[in-house]
């Protein structure tokens, strides 16, 4: 679980050798609490996907 969690944690938040901005860990924030809420799974990702759109599409990254 450990592993998972730091292999979550290093995909979310790096691109490369840099920050990959706020867009990314706040879908991926909204897709896990959907998990936690029981949400069905194309629900969560599109959710995620849609969080990370606007706020990309706002100048958010």
């Known amino acids: 679980m450990v592993l998972l969690t730091a ?4 995909t ?4 490369g050798h ?3 901005g706020v867009a ?5 924030l909204v897709a896990g609490i959907l998990a936690w809420r029981q949400a069905p799974f194309l629900v969560a990702i599109l ?8 706020l990309r599409l ?4």
């Open 24 to 28: 990314r860990p706040v879908g991926v």
């Open 7 to 10: 292999l979550v944690a290093t």
């Open 18 to 20: 840099g920050f990959a």
């Open 58 to 61: 706002l100048g958010i990254s």
């Open 12 to 15: 979310t938040l790096f691109e």
């Open 47 to 54: 959710a995620a996907a849609c969080a990370t759109a606007v």
